[in-house]
């Protein structure tokens, strides 16, 4: 599956500091962030919960100490995908690791029992259940262990939103692996869920390393539904030669999606949980390959895939809560360059995703707390004001000043006082019966007759044309704005509307004034694309444009002939470095960084061959 690593007798970095190794292997000249900190605690035998947003450098506060301490690392993961990624990326570095897993064949699990026993094994990376198995148990403790690192701890928590029972279970490590200091690591985690993720973990006595979860590399825009087809291939025009992810509800709509994209000629491909398990494996080998494709899938796809170059991920329906979203964006752009972020929204959104929350079977306390993460998530979507402000702020990460690269903050939303609409839409919902949708409240505003409107008589009504001045998407809006400020409720399973008193009575009573985005005259304007604009090649000159198409073009056949990930070789972000930097020999490709030790002598002259090419061709 892999390229074979060197039989070199694990423990050969110890005695070196964390910063040689870090530079020595990784190719890094310095930590960022928060990583020292992390690594100096695990290196003093001490536990530690680190929340970073992803493309942080997560992976390096526990392999960095893992090889500097005695003994092998220990990485529990629940992502196939994920493990097998940081093997092969490992491996291309000198490090021998390995992954325990139900999808290894024979010969690689004997190969892998063979090198544990023989003390190869630097580190080792292990899915729970395989884990807490008996026979693995009992083959571990007999190892030398320098540090277990427990990999999105979110999922022990039953507050996360990809909460994993197995998880609970890790809370008897200390038992089998007394005195190896633990590190718990996540990207995603409120405060209820960090607390939750301690006592789960038996770790009362761990420091908590948060770093911001702020990402200043996605612009990050939210708009509402006006022909969403349109506006997802804006967005996927600009990235036609990357990767993109595209969020849908259900597994019908990733296929319907996935067939019109391709009608109009885009690599696109559906993953949901209900394909069989070929079809998911072809699927996720396209998506890895590294080559240019848009996946159109469910939450069942992106947790655990390591690909840093994916350019755009785009919801055509709205997540439930923000730290679902924010686990689904953060798979975007995790190599630091510029992505995109869309969410697409609508009032039936809202309604349909309010409407089975109340219907839900969970315990009442449960539903208190699901049902204010939707509200958070729908507050967002509103939001007249920084967009990555309000995301942090379910976090509980206080920013002072506004991002400067979320639509919000880059074309200010205009509002007015919707006062007077917003009566009128309350009042239509009232005399229609508090039993319709939008659609037919809409119609009723704008004296657009149909048959179900006259067998209602509706079109008698008093507020029959009241709302003629303004169009469709007008209504939609403030519709929608007042199902987000709560005025508006789902009436039943079918997109039914009805009035919340508490919020409905002093609006019509016209006690209080009611501001609102300007949302459809935004978009009959086309004012605001929500974008990046140009992508990563359009930004490099000519002369470093060429020499990174070269290089990635370089990077497909190593990769395809290794039956790795492109990335696992080098990054976008490493190879534009070099394309920028023109290094002429090894000692300075060697200062690239990105490029360490093991990938130097590797790749080295290739890649100093492909820029000579590229020069003599010019």
Request: with cysteine; glycine share 8%.
């Amino acid at each position: 599956m892999f390229p074979s690593a060197s039989d070199s007798e694990r423990d050969r970095f110890v005695g070196l500091s964390p910063t040689e190794v870090l530079a020595r292997v990784f190719g890094f000249p310095a930590f960022r962030g928060l990583q020292e900190q992390a690594v100096d605690r695990v290196m003093a035998g001490e536990d530690t919960l680190v929340l970073m947003p992803t493309g942080g450098g997560k992976s390096v506060c526990y392999q960095v100490p893992a090889l500097c301490r005695t003994g092998m690392g220990l990485v529990v993961s629940p992502l196939i995908a994920l493990m097998d990624d940081q093997v092969a990326a490992l491996r291309q570095l000198g490090i021998n690791a390995a992954a325990l897993h139900s999808e290894l064949d024979g010969d690689e699990a004997s190969r892998i029992r063979s090198d544990l026993f023989a003390g190869r094994i630097d580190l080792l990376y292990v899915s729970p259940e395989r884990l807490l198995s008996p026979g693995t148990l009992d083959r571990l403790s007999r190892q030398t262990i320098s540090v277990i690192a427990i990999d999105e701890a979110h999922c022990i928590s039953a507050w996360g939103h990809e909460f994993r029972p197995e998880y609970r279970a890790l809370q008897t490590l200390p038992q089998h692996f007394p005195s190896v200091p633990r590190i718990a690591l996540t990207a995603t985690a409120d405060p209820r869920t960090r607390d939750d993720i301690l006592t789960a973990l038996a770790m009362p006595e761990a420091r908590v390393l948060s770093a911001s979860f702020h990402r200043p590399n996605l612009m990050i825009s939210a708009r509402p539904k006006g022909g969403e087809m349109k506006q997802l291939v804006q967005v996927l025009d600009r990235h036609r030669d990357d990767a993109s992810i595209v969020y849908c509800g259900s597994r019908a709509r990733t296929e319907r999606i996935a067939a019109s994209l391709r009608e109009k000629g885009y690599p696109a491909c559906a993953f949901h949980a209900g394909l069989a398990p070929m079809e998911k494996r072809a699927a996720l080998h396209r998506f890895r390959s590294g080559e240019p494709i848009v996946m159109v899938a469910t939450i069942a796809f992106g947790m655990g895939i390591d690909r840093p170059d994916v350019r755009a991920v785009v919801h055509l329906d709205m997540p439930a809560s923000p730290e679902a979203y924010y686990q689904q964006i953060g798979r975007a752009g995790r190599d630091g360059l510029p992505a995109d972020v869309l969410l697409l929204y609508g009032g039936e959104d809202m309604s349909r995703a309010r409407y089975w929350l109340d219907q839900s079977n969970a315990p009442e306390s449960e539903k208190r707390v699901m049902r204010s993460r939707l509200e958070a998530m729908i507050a967002f979507t509103e939001s007249t004001s920084c967009r990555t402000r309000a995301l942090l702020a379910c976090f509980a990460e206080t920013m002072r000043e506004p991002c400067g690269h979320c639509d919000n903050c880059l074309q200010p939303v205009p509002t007015f006082d919707g006062t007077e609409a917003a009566r009128k839409v309350l009042s239509a919902v009232y005399r229609t019966g508090q039993r319709y949708g939008m659609v037919h409240v809409i119609s009723v505003l704008r004296a657009k007759l149909s048959d179900n409107i006259s067998r209602a008589g509706h079109d008698r009504l008093s507020v029959w044309g009241i709302g003629k001045d303004h169009s469709e998407n007008f209504w939609r809006s403030v519709m929608r704005q007042l199902i987000a400020r709560g005025a508006l409720m789902p009436g039943n399973e079918h997109g039914g509307l009805r009035l919340n008193g508490d919020v409905a009575r002093p609006i019509l009573r016209d006690e209080e004034k009611v501001e609102l985005r300007e949302d459809a005259l935004i978009a009959e304007k086309g004012a605001r694309s929500g974008g990046q604009g140009d992508s990563i090649v359009d930004q490099l000159t000519d002369e470093a444009r060429e020499r990174f198409l070269a290089l990635k073009k370089w990077r497909l056949t190593e990769a395809r002939e290794q039956e790795i990930p492109p990335y696992v070789i080098f990054h976008d972000a490493t190879l534009r470095d070099i394309a920028l930097e023109c290094p002429d020999t090894l000692d300075q490709l060697g200062d690239v960084r990105g490029v360490g030790g093991s990938k130097l002598t590797r790749y080295g002259d290739a890649v100093l061959e492909v820029l000579a090419d590229i020069g003599a061709a010019r």
